[in-house]
């Protein structure tokens, strides 16, 4: 389908210069707009009231070509879903349904990280010349950034990238003992897809932690599957990126513990270090 401009918006912004009778259907497509999507013109012009020729008038005026136009802005904005639209009631209240959910969607991820997938993964990391680690979009990008935080320590050369055209270069200069790994929450990644691909022409291999069942999840070599579990209540933050997060933290102990004596050592340098600098507690989190 081709992009189209957000009707929705358009509707709301032209409201107060529409003409009574316009106004109608624009009260009607704002409260259904998956019946108005649907429906014919004169459907829409039986619920709201008016007639058709309104119909045809209203289209040109939220500045649509015709009716046929105004349908296909409306299938558009019907597919990003009616939660966005119409008032959705949390599923619980107060607080601590922001924890529930988070605790939740942990339990239900922690069945997909099994040995069997974090093994080879591992086992990629640990011989490794370097690691470039690649995230577009708000949590991956801060999810690239701790994951680069977290190898470091180890003594692993590791780099994040999170723009675009970034990520392609550095791809392009990769070797056969190099290893990419991309994250995702939903797989649906453009960016991170075309670099990937690109890193894999010249033979890095690739590690992904996404979904499965997503462009993203069926392009890498070995994946860390996860499953972000959205809900209706557009207003809290994904509880999918605690998933990410608990991944990273799985791949990287696993890491640790393959190279002890390495990840020993490094880990020592910096208490060493930070302890000369900061004068803190024994159990202070290491550099955080």
């Known amino acids: 389908m081709s992009h189209e401009p957000d009707i929705v918006a358009r509707i709301n912004g032209l409201y107060s210069h529409l003409r009574d009778a316009e106004q109608k259907i624009a009260r009607l497509i704002l409260s259904d707009i998956n019946f108005s999507a649907q429906a014919s013109i004169s459907e829409l012009a039986q619920k709201a009231g008016v007639s058709e020729a309104t119909v045809t008038r209203f289209a040109r005026a939220v500045d649509c070509k015709n009716v046929r136009h105004l349908k296909l802005c409306l299938a558009q904005a019907q597919a990003v879903g009616e ?27 922690a069945r997909l990280v099994t040995e069997a997938v974090i093994k080879p993964a591992v086992k990629e990391l640990g011989k490794a010349r370097q690691v470039l680690i690649f ?34 270069m550095a791809a392009s200069t990769i070797s056969s003992n190099d290893v990419v790994l991309c994250l995702s929450l939903g797989g649906y990644s453009p960016d991170v897809e075309e670099s990937a691909a690109i890193a894999k022409e ?6 992904g932690i996404t979904v499965a069942d997503s462009p993203l999840g069926k392009t890498v070599d070995h994946l860390i599957p996860i499953e972000p579990i959205e809900t209706d209540y557009i207003f809290k933050p994904s509880a ?13 102990t696993e890491l640790a513990v393959s190279r002890k004596r390495k990840s020993r050592e490094a880990l020592r340098r910096l ?5 000369k600098h900061k004068h803190g507690r024994d159990r202070l989190p290491l550099g955080d």
Request: charge should be negative; proline fraction near 2%; include cysteine.
């Open 271 to 275: 208490k060493h270090t930070l302890d």
């Open 135 to 168: 995230g577009v979009g708000g949590g991956s990008t801060v999810m690239a950034q701790e994951c680069q935080h977290r190898f470091f320590r180890l003594g692993l050369a590791a780099t994040a990238y999170s723009d675009p055209m970034l990520m392609r």
């Open 83 to 109: 939660r966005f639209y119409t008032e959705i009631k949390p599923e619980l209240d107060g607080i601590h349904s922001v924890y529930d959910d988070i605790k939740s969607t942990l339990d239900y991820n």
């Open 202 to 207: 010249y033979g890095a291999t690739l590690l």
């Open 240 to 252: 999918a990126r605690y998933v990410m997060l608990a991944a990273i933290d799985v791949l990287s």
